[in-house]
Structures are given as structure tokens and as C-alpha cells.
């Protein structure tokens, strides 16, 4: 080999090692829609990559799919918790 090839390869070597060292921006697994919905700053936060990466026409598949899901479900769709009726000291609702 040349020194340029070699020089080529060590790059090319160096660069797949940053890549594993740094997961190149995927994410590990997904969490859970129970995991952001205690984090929810956390759910905001990645439902709006996930809309913004959908409006420029990514394709989302696997992990990548399930974790935008629950995201933006923890985010934008909390359950509804009904407030209880309250009472005067009179015996009537209010």
C-alpha cells in the first residue's frame, strides 16, 4: 500500500470509531410513554425533533418510530383528570 492509502484507511478507521463512540445520534432504545410522562420537559423536547424531522419527510423506523410516538403522546395528549365538585357550607354545589 501507498501512504496515501494508508492514510485513507487510518481516517476512515479513526472516523467509524467516533461514530461508535458517539452512537452517531441514535438513540439507544426507545422510552417509555410512562418514562416521559414523568419527564416531560424531556417529551416536549423530542416531540418537536420528531414533528420537525416528519414535516422534512424522514422516514422514522423501529425504535426511532415507537420513541416518537410515545413522546408525543406524554406531550400533547395527558390524560384527563376531572376536578372534584366542590360544596358551600350551605349543603349546595358550587
Known amino acids: 500500500m501507498t501512504q496515501v492509502q494508508n492514510a485513507r484507511k487510518r481516517t476512515a478507521v479513526k472516523g467509524f470509531i467516533a461514530l461508535l ?3 452517531a445520534g441514535v438513540q439507544a432504545s426507545a422510552h417509555t410513554g410512562e418514562w416521559y410522562s414523568d ?3 424531556v417529551a416536549k423536547k423530542r416531540a418537536a425533533e420528531c414533528i420537525a424531522m416528519k414535516k ?8 426511532d418510530k415507537e420513541d416518537c410516538k410515545n413522546a408525543t403522546q ?4 395527558r390524560p384527563y383528570v376531572p376536578t ?5 357550607s350551605k349543603g349546595g354545589r358550587n
Open 84 to 88: 372534584p365538585p366542590t360544596f358551600s
Open 21 to 23: 463512540l458517539t452512537g
Open 39 to 41: 419527564n416531560i420537559e
Open 56 to 63: 422534512a419527510d424522514k422516514v422514522l423506523v423501529g425504535e
Open 74 to 77: 406524554a406531550a400533547f395528549l
